[in-house]
């Protein structure tokens, strides 16, 4: 984690002065790069070129110290867009994962008084200034309140919710000059529903709303725990909660083999939940937003900020693909993608046979009769290369919804995490919940 502390660029012009000098700068390497290349008689493709280890750096860096939609977009579209991106453009996204660097002493006082105001150090009889964890819009900090409860404070960063448009226009910008992102690919509906997706993450208030609505809907479960929100201490750029204990859930990699097994369980049955109960998904499977408490044996949820309700329809959908799916039936499986949306009318049918087999192997894990092995079953590297084999067939992509991408996104995330954990889970029975 970088520890050094960087002041966060507030204002919208100097925020966009730090993109035009990454853009030069970018440019500049690429240029000195392509010319040293050419006077030793080599010739470098423009990929080649533009992911140079500088330039990585140097987008990775400034991002970094923008934090905000600027690193949040590189890191939706790493996610969402994922194998139908060229690998060269995934190469570059992937480094948007870093860490940010936290605010000064001096920024975070200012901010922490704007928010409570004045008076706000005498709302808690203590609270730390140094973070013990950062991410792309904010971060958190621990505090005691004046009855003395242990409370994790979320800062958000200056500046951040008044620049989204133009922080996105700029990232967008920028892929768009490199070169690798395909013309054919229409992007601009994920980006559009990025920037609300922002302003949505950016309002503490809506993030505080399905905090508590979680923490209702699973008071009864004791397999999770939801931190409560103090809202008397709480405002639109900063989230007051309850310190919850626990431990990084991608630290329990030494827990017996039953137990990761379980644990692997409980969160795509809780993701089922959520989809076809609640309807109302956490879209962020982030392994940072996981911990577990060995004591109570629950698993600890953090970060409602991309929480995003489910229309009927789209439920239904999704009901009738995974049931196509798990009974191999692929007419079934074309029409409840059709019904989501995820074919124009004019779509070549050897493409999206494609798309059908690759929707397949993405449910086979809940299709198997017995435990699915995630670490060495290959499914990750298996629906890599099948996503890149349909990449380079551009002239057919097509944008879908973008919930089901949300959708896709947790899914996906939750698959990794299980083979993060080396669990075998058999999930079968949570197919036999879901009724049409």
Known sequence: MNNKSRRVPSGRLSRLAHFGGLAGKVASNVMIAGAKQALSG????????????????????????????????GQLLSMDAGELLPAELSVLLERLRSDAAPMPHKQLVATLEKELGPDWLDKFSHIELNSFARASIGQVHKATSEQGLPLAIKVQYPGVADSIHSDVDNV??????????????????????????????????????ALSAFEQALAHNPHFK??????????????????????????????????RDQLAYRLIALFFT???????????????????????????????????????????GYKK?????????????????????????????????????LFELAISPLRASGPFDFASSGLAKQISEQGRALSTQSRQWHTPPVDAMFIHRKL?????????????????PLLNEIQV
């Open 42 to 73: 080599q010739k470098a493709s423009r990929s080649e070129l533009l992911l140079q280890p500088g330039n990585i750096h140097a987008v990775a860096e400034k991002l970094s110290h923008l934090r905000g939609a600027a690193m949040k977009l």
């Open 172 to 209: 967008v910008s920028l892929i768009k000059l490199s070169g690798l992102l395909p013309k054919t690919l229409n992007i601009t509906p994920l980006v559009e529903e990025a920037k609300q997706q922002l302003l949505v993450e950016t309002d503490y208030h809506q993030e505080a709303k």
């Open 226 to 259: 939801v931190p409560k929100s103090y809202p008397a201490l709480s405002s639109k750029h900063l989230l007051t909660m309850e310190f919850v204990q626990g431990e990084p859930l991608e630290a329990m990699t030494s827990l017996p083999q039953a137990k």
């Open 274 to 316: 959520e989809l076809f109960e609640l309807r109302m998904v956490q879209t962020d499977p982030n392994l940072a937003n996981y911990q577990y408490n060995r004591d109570k044996d629950q698993i600890v949820l953090l970060d409602f900020g991309a929480t995003r309700i489910i229309s009927p329809s789209l439920c239904l």
């Open 321 to 357: 693909l995974l049931q196509a799916g798990a009974a191999q039936n692929r007419q079934k499986l074309k029409e409840a993608a059709c019904e989501i949306g995820y074919f124009s009318d004019d779509i070549d049918p050897h493409y999206q046979n494609a798309v059908l087999s």
């Open 412 to 428: 996906a995330g939750l698959y990794l995490i299980a083979s993060r954990l080396k669990a075998k889970v058999e999930l079968s």
